[in-house]
């Protein structure tokens, strides 16, 4: 079994203003095994908490510890995390022009194992994984996101999940801007690796729209740049019906 500790982490970002605090003091452990869903408004430091811990160079650690078995992973780089076992699929997808799907992913499986996966297994895995999640074929030799709508981005975020197979998964708002049926392939293969890896999952949304699909163990508000409130399931629903005012003001 496998830990993700947070443990008071303070993360400021630099502005025209100087530098802003947005997380302040988040406490957080997940386990192998387990979901956690995060669920709070706009601008409550979700997406901040999600790059701090995948190592977003912008984001600036000021206190507190990022805990990977034990292990303070703070002054990892990005890359270094990965090979640790953290994945980030994140909310805006970018463009990597000149880099095909196919190069890509098997180039990232080769730095995050250390050594290049067996060819023919690789290719025989990268289809099923593409036909679970109806990718065409052709999206394979296609460069990175270049000209993908917002599901299909969205798809290739889960497919690289689904082909690294890492420890941690951290899906900052994969469901936002898809149609019901993307939003069920998603979730499907979400669904897939956590059950054939037994890995944890942090699924940040705004909506309980995919916790229909992706059934977390726990979820958890997030106001203000720290977790106001944790419980089970039954807080979606409660959050759903009525908002976050009372943790406002």
Known sequence: MSTLEIKNLHVSVETAEG????????????NSGEIHAIMGPNGSGKSTLSYAIAGHPKYDITDGEILLDGKNIVE??????????????MQYPVEVTGVTVTNFLRAAKTAVDGEAPKLREWVKSMKQAMSDLKIDDNFSSRDVNVGFSGGEKKRVEILQLEMLKPKFAVLDETDSGLDVDALRLVSEG???????????VLLITHYTRILNYIKPDFVHV???????ESGGPELAAVLEADGYEKYEG
């Open 190 to 200: 979400v669904n897939r690796v956590h059950e054939n890896t037994n890995n944890g």
């Open 19 to 30: 530098p802003k605090q947005i997380l302040r003091g988040v406490n957080l452990t997940i």
């Open 222 to 228: 997030f106001v203000d740049g720290r977790v106001a």
């Open 76 to 89: 990892m780089s990005a890359d270094e995390r990965a090979r640790a076992g953290v994945f980030l699929a």
